[in-house]
């Protein structure tokens, strides 16, 4: 957008004739110039979105992880941000209780995309680049396993690193 703005005040300013523009009208030409691309960038990207069937988990909804993977995910991976840890322990929570594979699709290199292969080996999980995700998950959907499989051949225990909460006394 920036870039846009100065070469749209850089080229009425070199116009032959041309009057010169207000900073407020040269804004209100950008938002039109910027619509139609802004709504065609918002369209192929909630298509990926529902193509990937990406899910966005409220806050509320957020359980805390679980001692066993957050000190697996703090010593082991070397994540060291709390909220990336509750993050990874909410995707794997998720990838096991579904029993589908589950990608995290970030652009965060200090804690996620820098520990991917020590996240992968450690609870199976992927950290992706948006750029890479489709590849990566289509290698891990040609192993032919799940990934409660998977852990099984990978002598990991799930079941631990996944943390359920308890069934409510109301409901039993």
Known sequence: METALVEGLYAESHKAGSRSQTLGQLLNEMELKMRGPYSKYNDRYGNLITE???????????????????????????????????????????????????????????DLLSNKGSIERNCLLLVCDPLYVFDEMREKFQLGLAPIEAAGQSSIDYKKLVRV????PSIV
Do not use: Y
């Open 165 to 168: 909460p308890a069934v409510p």
């Open 52 to 110: 990937l069937r990406a899910l966005a988990i409220s806050e509320s909804k957020m359980h805390p992880a679980s001692s066993t993977i957050d000190q697996m995910l703090q010593n082991d991976c070397h994540i060291s941000n709390g909220d990336d840890r509750v993050i990874v322990s909410q995707a794997v929570r998720f990838m096991f209780t579904q029993n589908t594979w589950t990608a995290i699709v970030t652009n965060d290199h200090t």
